[in-house]
């Protein structure tokens, strides 16, 4: 494998949006193959329910969501990628990152690799074991987290994580970026800085659910800056405190003794 293939998650009604990253992609060499995204709008009641577990009842974007990512994970099965990086349309790539897309990683030792994500899940804090760390690429290091992160606008997936994800696919019983409810563990990894990538400011709003930031002028230009989350976190005492709960965590087995637990960094910064 000469590279890293790319595949890109996009509505087709969502034609700014694809323009965005397209014009992004382009600009930094990168080819990559645009998959419709599952509408989820147009899936009727009673076909969200006939694959959603019984109980539960998502938003139609978090079913079309959940859907397009599987659909891509057919892809590279079928097409016998050994790994992808999957974006969807509001992510941006790190240009230096981009650039290293042209070789193979260095490792696959991993299920998912985070690009950038958020610092949680439904179940709280994210930690990531900083003695537990793999070079995916030159200059990245990713780490092994004891539990996946929220967000899947950017990521590597290896061939066999996505063919052990298909084999699980129906009924839906979370939306796609929560594991809890799998029946194995997926193998984690997040790059934690520099961040190899970040999103646009199309992700102030959301197809998949109601979210609608876009008008907080102020946080778009401050989350433009780097370091900001960073900065913001070690203000807040946020860090601190998620640092002094690791002896707990630990204690009651949430999470592995013997590593070197820290919390995951903030993320989402905006590129321009």
């Not at 509505?11 to 397209?22: D, Q």
């Not at 092994?144 to 994800?165: M, N, Q, S, V």
């Amino acid at each position: 494998m000469s590279g890293v293939p790319v595949f890109v998650i996009s509505l087709s009604r969502a034609t700014k949006r694809r323009a965005s990253i397209a014009a992004h992609l382009s600009n930094l060499g990168i080819d990559a193959e645009f998959a419709d995204a599952v509408d989820g709008e147009l899936l009727s009641p009673d076909e969200r329910r006939a694959i959603q577990a019984a109980g539960t009842d998502f938003h139609p974007g978090v079913v079309g969501c959940y859907l397009s990512h599987m659909a891509v994970y057919r892809r590279i099965v079928a097409k016998g990628l050994p790994v992808a990086l999957v974006l969807e349309d509001d992510a941006r790539l790190n240009p230096r990152f981009a650039r290293l897309l042209r070789s193979a990683p260095h490792k696959l030792d991993f299920d998912y690799c985070f690009l950038d994500c958020d610092n949680r899940n439904p179940d709280g804090a994210v930690y990531y074991n900083h003695a537990d760390g793999i070079e995916v690429l030159p200059g990245y290091t990713a780490y092994a987290t004891h539990g996946g992160p929220a967000t899947l606008h950017a990521y590597l997936i290896t061939a066999k994580a996505a063919a052990t994800r298909l084999e699980h696919e129906f009924p839906i019983t979370q939306p796609v970026d929560v594991y809890s409810t799998l029946p194995y563990r997926p193998l984690f990894r997040a790059i934690v800085s520099p961040r190899a990538a970040g999103v646009g400011e199309e992700s102030m709003r959301s197809f998949t659910s109601v979210r609608d930031h876009y008008g907080q002028l102020q946080l778009r230009w401050l989350r433009r800056m780097p370091g900001f989350y960073e900065l913001r976190s070690a203000l807040s005492g946020e860090l601190r405190a998620l640092r002094d709960q690791v002896p707990e965590l630990v204690r009651q087995g949430r999470l592995p003794a013997g590593g070197d637990w820290r919390p995951l960094p903030a993320g989402r910064r905006i590129f321009i």
